[in-house]
């Protein structure tokens, strides 16, 4: 198998050759009016890192790897300021070691031995964090990444509760594989669902596949088991609890700050086997949003309730750019969704919406036999038109910046979350730190927005944003579009992350985020924990 890059998203296969390049400059140069160079994207061999400052026990120098490819590879995640260092080959504090622990044991054995020599010991997920959430720390003399990938087994699966007992090194298609054959799944997809593991979820916070109703991973654990350096730590399964404040949830988004979660216990269900979707159109993004709210208050649960401005619906869905577009999806592994997409559709409509009959589709199993067999039944269903175009977008968007890595384009992406009746003004503020900065710091640039999510009480907005910068003076201009945003989010009352995580990027504004007392409290916990402060130092708090 091809290895993972150590600075494209996705394997060393994905990295883009010379004429993808050479294409992706002259797209550059024809959008921005200017002169882009094409350049000669980095390889392994070219890499040159620190040599490693320690060197395992013998009992676990079969699970431990030292050579700069791997050590690379777990330095950075995939957000534009990580892809830039690594594609520039900027590495100046490298993990010493990465360790593959394959059983429990191995993982509290490398624990063990890094609490008590004071190394850094940083939990990996699955490699995809855009936040920083395993970059090494500076002022240890070493720094072990502990990668979990090895431990990918679906243990046990409880098809009366609907649950299953599951290794958190599994990453989302090898996890929904070994559930198939029992006619379930997780349904949990985030965007890095194919580099992105359990344990990296649950330690995140992850959002994922549903945009209204169950779509955290909160929702779906129901025990958890975590190695700390003081011991270990599980809680027992249960569907709900009333006793005192919950050990799941506090594992539930502590970024490896307080253990490393080895398995859990969560909640699955029936495949999917009915589905049903519609694409409705809107004059305006604000008029979207008013039918966004509408359908999610009135409790019919949409699995996608998608709504791009008229930008990303150009971008992303093939459409004008005249237009707004809501996208709205149900599916069931029992029940047929004909009832519940007529009632969304009307509920659209009635704010404002245009959609052709001929745009909903409907689909069911073909006998009930394929229900029983655990067949996915589709028909197509979301996969046509403007909504397919977005679908195919969405998962491929992740691979697209890899040609344009190191051409001067200064792109990401940013999300919140925020009450209905602040939105509007939220929308304003951050739409217009973004322009302005980029106008400053570019010369121009686009801004577009979408929800990924929406709730009752509020949406989940999510900005994209991309102008042209200097080549070598990339990360400095990031970084005063990122903070100007992020600074206007905080201003309009939003969260400084939905579902990207804190990590080294939004600690300074999750600081004022979260109330102090909070935090000193999350530092007794992790003095309780983590004695000597190894755990992923730095995120979260400072002990």
Not at 30 to 46: C, F, K, L, M
Not at 235 to 250: E, N, T
Not at 339 to 367: K, N, Q, W
């Amino acid at each position: 198998m091809s290895r993972r890059s150590f600075w494209a998203w996705g394997l060393e296969r994905d990295e883009p050759g010379a004429e993808q390049v050479r294409e992706a400059a002259a797209r550059l140069s024809r959008r921005y009016g200017v002169e882009v160079a094409s350049v000669v994207p980095p390889r392994s061999a070219d890499l040159r890192l620190r040599p490693p400052r320690i060197r395992p026990p013998a009992s676990l120098a079969a699970i431990c790897a030292t050579d700069d490819h791997d050590r690379a590879a777990h330095t950075y995640g995939r957000s534009f300021r990580d892809r830039i260092r690594a594609y520039n080959l900027q590495f100046p504090n490298p993990p010493d070691i990465v360790a593959r622990p394959t059983t429990e044991a191995e993982v509290t054995a490398v624990l063990d031995w890094c609490s008590a020599s004071g190394y850094a010991a940083i939990p990996y997920g699955g490699g995809s964090s855009t936040v920083g959430g395993f970059e090494p720390p500076d002022g240890y003399d070493g720094i072990v990444t502990i990668d979990l990938s090895a431990l990918d087994k679906v243990l046990e699966v409880d098809g009366v509760s609907r649950a299953a007992r599951i290794q958190a090194g599994a990453y989302g298609p090898g996890l929904e594989a070994q559930l198939r054959p029992h006619g379930f799944t997780l349904r949990h997809y985030p965007q890095s669902f194919e580099f992105s593991s359990l344990g990296g979820w649950i330690a995140t916070r992850s959002g994922g596949h549903y945009a209204t109703n169950h779509t955290h991973i909160d929702d779906f654990v129901e025990s958890v088991r975590m190695v700390t350096p003081s011991g270990l730590w599980e809680s027992r399964r249960l569907p709900g609890s009333g006793a005192g404040p919950s050990p799941d949830r506090m594992a539930i988004g502590s970024e490896g700050i307080l253990g490393i979660i080895t398995e859990a216990w969560m909640r699955i269900q029936a495949r999917p086997q009915y589905r049903a979707s519609a694409g409705v159109t809107y004059a305006s993004f604000a008029a979207g949003a008013e039918a966004a709210r509408r359908i999610v208050q009135a409790k019919l649960w949409p699995a996608n309730c998608r709504l791009l401005d008229e930008g990303e619906a150009a971008a992303a869905a093939g459409m004008d750019g005249s237009r707004a577009l809501l996208i709205i999806g149900f599916e069931s592994g029992e029940l047929p969704q004909d009832e519940f997409i007529r009632h969304a559709v009307a509920i659209a409509r009635d704010a404002g919406g245009s959609v052709e009959e001929s745009d909903i589709r409907i689909s069911a199993p073909a006998a009930r036999g394929d229900v029983a067999a655990g067949g996915d039944a589709d028909g197509g269903t979301g996969r046509q038109g403007a909504v397919g175009a977005w679908r195919n977008a969405f998962l491929g968007a992740p691979y697209q910046r890899n040609a344009t890595t190191g051409l001067g384009l200064v792109a990401e992406t940013l999300e919140t979350a925020i009450t209905w009746e602040r939105w509007p003004a939220m929308d304003d503020m951050v739409r217009g730190a973004l322009q302005d900065t980029l106008n400053r710091v570019c010369g121009g640039g686009t801004v577009s927005c979408r929800f990924t999510h929406v709730y009752p009480d509020g949406p989940a907005p999510y900005y994209t944003w991309e102008g042209m910068g200097r080549r070598g003076a990339e990360l400095e201009m990031y970084e005063e579009i990122k903070a100007a945003a992020s600074d206007a989010i905080m201003a309009a009352g939003g969260t400084i992350t939905h579902h990207h995580a804190v990590g080294r990027l939004h600690r300074p504004w999750y600081d004022r985020q979260r109330p102090e007392l909070f935090a000193e409290a999350l530092r007794a916990a992790k003095r309780a924990l983590d004695p000597n402060g190894v755990l992923n130092p730095g995120l979260l708090v400072d002990v």
